[in-house]
Structure formats: structure tokens, C-alpha cells
């Protein structure tokens, strides 16, 4: 990302909003706000072969593996502004499994760009599916909205929830139910 041709973009937003750039509190925002965009774009700069390097392992077990309540910040393509909330990721190992803060570095490769939630929840699924070569992967999310929230309709209590089942997940009832009464569950 080109810090300088951001810093100029946001000058001009500052000026279109009513805004006076040269006053003291805003001298500095241009730079903020680009270096925020630079780390909140970040996904677009990782991938997930990167993300995940070499902390696939080797497992016999084939049982469900949860990772619940990984926070996760985006941002919304139609207006560029933060939803944020909870992923919870399960999947069933074949032979591989993957190390947890793994799951969340995972998330955060697709959650740090302009997304809508369901095709973000859609994307960690399938990142999951494709890096433990699972034989089944389960991603509940569950965001708040701050275009919604304050903005439009302003509904500020609302949670928009998305699932993504693939491969057991889908095809099994059983699987599906088993993910989804451990994520009811009370936690620790
Ligand atoms: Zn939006």
C-alpha cells in the first residue's frame, strides 16, 4: 500500500466532510488513518500457506476439534465500516491437525480485508478444509454491524449470525448437531 498517495486521499476526505486538515488535532490523521488502512488491509499482503507455515501436524485421532469465541474485526464492502464479533471454528481431522492460534491467524488473513460475513465465514471453511485436508469443517459467526448500528436503520442490538458447513459437516446430521450442541455449551 502506498502510505503517501492514502495520506493524500484522506486530506481530501477531511476537506469533502467539512473538515479543515490544517487545524492541530487533524495534522496528524492523514498518517494515522493511512497506517490503520495499511494494518486493517493486511489480509490482501498474507495468504495462508504463509499464515499457517509449518504448524500442520500429524494425527491419528479423528475426533471434532473446536476452537470457540476467536474475536475477529472487518470491515463491510458496501460501507467500509467495522463488523466485528466471534468465529468459531470446529473441523474433523483426517490425519492432520493444525495448531490453534493457527485457527485465528487463519481468520484474521480474510477477516483483514473489505468482506461481507457470509462469504468471510465461507473462506476461513474452506481455508480449514484445504489446510488439514479435513473430512469435514464447521465456521459459525456471529458479528455486529456498525453500518447498521450507526448508521441506517440504527439498530444497535442486532447480531447477524453465518454458518459454513463442508464435507462431514454437511453431509451428516449427526456432525452437524454434535458442532453445533458443543458450541451451545457453557464455557470454562
Ligand atoms: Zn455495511
Redesign the pocket.
Known sequence: MNIERVKELVRELLIEIGEDPNREGLLKTPERVAKAYDFLSHGYRTNVDEVVNDAVFQSEANNMIICRNIEVYSM????M?P?FGKCHIGYIASNRVIGLSKLARLADCFARRLQIQERLTAEIARAVMDTVDAEGVGVVMECR????MMRGVEKQNSVMTTSSVLGSFHDDQATRTEFLDLLARETV
Open positions: 463491510c464492502e458496501h460501507h465500516l463488523f454491524h456498525l453500518c447498521m
